[in-house]
């Protein structure tokens, strides 16, 4: 093909839209038709151009959950980067869909009512007709209704767009660094949900200290990466990046920085119960440090702690609390019952620096763009000592998937580059779909021949929510089946995950000895509760990158803050043992 085509995320997008539009006009069934498509589309493994090109509208069509006028509509989007359907729909609705039904009590028919009233197209026109209050005079709408609106579009340009953590730290990290490494600051330091390393973020709090802060100041708001200005000040400003992304920095006193960094990393619960805890020894906490008269001497309000973040907790009576666990759910007591010598105190977290391998990578052999060898050599320079190849399997054909024959020419591969490569081993696996039935697409034999299965959803994601949970629990009951792969198939903000009795899931894993995956792609599945609870029940976990290019080996850092997040230590996690002994815990179940 000439013309680049459009990768699949586009494609989903301009389907999602349709699906949107066709609402919009009460058109029955056929929405659903274009979000299942879309859908189909976001979970391929290989571009659909690819797929196009190899197997023509045939194979479009062949792909699970699009039929044959939809196959047609996305064959011209990769032959023309157009649609004509898509364009027709757009000029006779040409409002921001998207963004408009993002707004709390705003719905397809208000949207279609609002433009054919009063031709609102986006949310600058819906805010507009709410203030000057043209809103509440359309039919089934009311003041209380208009407010309501009004209200939530305040939230949403406040807290609108959340940020996947994976797609803004790296940016964070290196202005932090910039910051740190001026001569103007003598310490700064991110802050907030950012520190927490939670999955998404809303803004970026980052904190400061300095003899010349309006230096800094001036430093900040002119770095290239800022697109607006918000607020400029001697000791507080805040900025929008050109991803969208705000940042505060507030420079605050040598002395408090430690109170400071407690007060805005937050979260707000955890915060308050401390303070709570200051004040029931008649002390006050606050983000300039902790106050209070200690001995009988004292007269008056005295800095007791303020400088570390650790002298806080100390001073408190609590042992010292990692940001990722500071979510109010019960590291406080924990913290308590360590501090005094009892038992169940604070896990031990892995460590960023603890994991030896990574258990599911694709290559160039199914929907990955390297070879097994420069995946191996990029594991390798990651300070990984093995890997598991998991290319997908057969039944996601259009990915390149392996049939019995293809897997086994790829263990020859495997073996060729083990020989030549030293330090790093080649662990023989595969990525198995799991079929509607909860069977698997290769057979017995084959799997008994691997090293690391893991088993996937790839297709009927809208199963009720029984059947799914039935169908998972008869995956992990095959003795092959090491570790259920992201196992309910979200992604960040993109996708929603499959119904599944999580419960019920964590128990079959561990009654049968399934590992559950924590992915540390864009799914970050399990989520951070899950995996504490896998954890708690005494259900192993496997942090994998899910790397499709050498490039993403650096993903296993968020599977890290998941797990650390899931209140993981390193026990919990296989592959922080070496290969050896993660294979006989592998083999454990197999031989069981
Ligand atoms: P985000 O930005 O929505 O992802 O979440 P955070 O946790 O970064 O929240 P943000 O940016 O609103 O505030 C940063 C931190 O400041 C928050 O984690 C705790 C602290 N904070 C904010 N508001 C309050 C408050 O009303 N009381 C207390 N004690 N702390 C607060
Ligand atoms: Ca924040
Ligand atoms: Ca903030
Ligand atoms: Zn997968």
Known sequence: MSTPSLSNQEIAR????????????????????????ARALETLGAPAGDIYQKGGLKALGEISGVGESIAQKIEELIRTGHLKYYEQLKEKLPMDVEALSAIEGVGPKHIKQFWQKLKIKNVIDLEKAAKTGKLRTLERMSEKLEQKILRSIEFHKTHGA????????????????????????RNAAVAGSIRRRKETVG????????????????????????AEVLAHGDTKSMVRLHNGLELDLRVVP????????????????????????????????????????????????????????????????????????????????????????????????????????????????????????????AAQARGLTYLAITDHSKRLAMTGGLDEKKIKRQWKEIDRVNRKLKGTRILKGSEVDILKDGSLDLPDAILAQLDVVGASVHSYFEMPRADMTKRLLRTIQNPHVDILFHPTGRVVNKRKPIEVDMEMLIKGAKKTGTVLEANASERLDLKDEH???????????AIDSDAHSNAQFSLLEYGIAQARRGWATAEDVINTRTVDDMLLLLKGKRTK
């Open 531 to 541: 995996i504490r609870m896998a954890v708690e029940a005494g259900v192993k976990i």
């Open 254 to 377: 040598e002395e408090s920085f430690g109170a400071a960094l407690q007060y805005f990393t937050g979260n707000k619960d955890h915060n308050v119960a401390l303070r709570k805890i200051a004040i029931a020894r008649g002390w006050k906490l606050n983000e300039y440090g902790l106050f209070g008269v200690q001995g009988a001497g004292d007269r008056g309000q005295k800095q007791i702690a303020g400088r570390t973040e650790e002298e806080i907790y100390d001073k408190l009576g609590l042992a010292y609390i990692e940001p990722e666990l500071r979510e109010m759910t019960g590291e406080l007591e924990a913290a308590i019952r360590q501090a005094q010598g009892k038992p169940n105190g604070l896990p031990k977290l892995i460590d960023y620096n603890d994991l030896k391998g990574d258990l599911q990578t694709q290559t160039n052999w199914s929907d990955g763009e390297h070879s097994i060898e420069e995946m191996a050599k």
């Open 162 to 185: 959340r940020f996947f953590i994976g797609a803004i730290l790296p940016e964070i990290r290196d202005i932090e660094k910039r910051l740190k490494n001026l001569q103007w600051t």
């Open 14 to 37: 301009i389907l999602y839209q349709i699906g949107e539009y066709l609402e919009l006009q009460d058109v029955a069934f056929k929405p659903r038709a274009y979000e299942r498509a």
């Open 203 to 226: 803004d970026a709090d980052i904190l400061a200290t300095s003899d010349h802060s309006a230096k800094v100041m001036e430093f900040f708001i002119n770095m290239p990466e800022v």
